[in-house]
């Protein structure tokens, strides 16, 4: 009878099955194809290929002592395979020479046991490598990618603090102050003359220069003067100093001339006065790294 592939995994799972199956194997060793699909299936064909022996009652349950062992094969993947000398494998080569001699187990006759020849799979069967562990892969490639991000984001963040670049960004402009006009005295003066004579015809020609005199000294000395007031107080000069010159014993004023009273008033100026409410800027201390983060001009 054939088993099945379930099957045949079902029954490696017990010893008594698996020598009847003529496959040697430790319980350990049992549960590790089991668990792996593709070393079942390995041990299935190889089961197949030797002539699918099966078990007997007798065979599975009383074991003859002097029943020759089985050497255990182990399909491609397998990390316990047994010596390769068993099989006639050249230790030099690792090739199998064909023919090779098979070790065969026999049960006594009066058991009706079954015989069971081991015969060694194909080639390829040797050759391939045993399968790995399973590693998280996935788990480190994450973790590397971060490892890497957070590298990156450190030492541009350093960059970008090295490079940065200061400067004053203004928030209010300054404001220049107002000003607003006034008026002020100069310290100059204006002299005007009016048209009444400070003499008095028939009146001593003396008399008349002195009356002069003291106009001119009200108005004219001592004062500085403007454009416009410093020839009136020249004229006035020369014709008192021009009557002093004519005047003698005995004489009077026999009409009057053209100079009156003079008077005298302080230049007023116009000037833009400064209404004292001039503002500086407002500014802040700004940064820009990189060129285009932060505050940039």
């Given amino acids: 009878m054939t088993l099945s592939i379930d099957q045949f995994r079902a029954a490696l799972l017990d010893s008594h099955q698996r020598a009847g199956l003529g496959i040697a194997l430790t319980d350990t060793d ?163 003359m009016d048209t009444v004579n400070p003499c008095a015809v028939g009146q001593d020609w003396t008399e008349c220069t002195d009356a002069m005199a003291r106009q001119y000294e009200l108005a004219c000395a001592g004062v500085e003067l403007t454009e416009s007031a410093v020839p009136t107080c020249e004229q006035y000069s020369s014709a008192i100093a021009e009557m002093k010159r004519q005047d003698g014993d005995g004489y009077y004023v026999e009409s009057l001339g053209d100079y009156g009273h003079l008077s005298r008033t302080p230049e007023i100026g116009t000037r833009e006065v400064s209404n004292n409410d001039a503002r500086p800027a407002i500014t802040h201390r700004a940064v820009c790294y990189l060129g285009f983060i932060g505050e940039c001009r």
Avoid: C
């Fill in 30 to 192: 049992a549960q590790l194809v089991v668990a792996d699909p593709v070393s079942s299936q390995s041990w299935y064909g190889y089961w197949i290929s030797i002539g699918a022996p099966h078990e007997t009652p007798a065979a599975a349950q009383q074991p003859h002592p002097d029943t020759e062992p089985v050497p255990p094969f182990t399909p491609p993947g397998q990390s316990f395979a047994a010596p390769a000398a068993m099989y006639g494998v050249d230790s030099q080569s690792g090739t199998l020479p064909f023919p090779a001699a098979h070790p065969t187990a026999s049960a006594p006759p009066a058991a009706a046991a079954m015989t069971a020849v081991i015969e060694p799979g194909p080639s390829g069967l040797f050759d391939a490598a045993p399968p790995r562990r399973r590693k998280n892969v996935g788990l480190w490639v994450t973790l590397a990618l971060v490892g890497v991000l957070i590298l990156a984001v450190a030492g541009t963040t350093v960059y970008a603090f090295v490079t940065a670049r200061h400067w004053d960004k203004v928030d209010v402009p300054a404001r220049a102050a107002t000003t607003h006009s006034e008026q002020y005295e100069t310290g100059r003066y204006d002299v005007t």
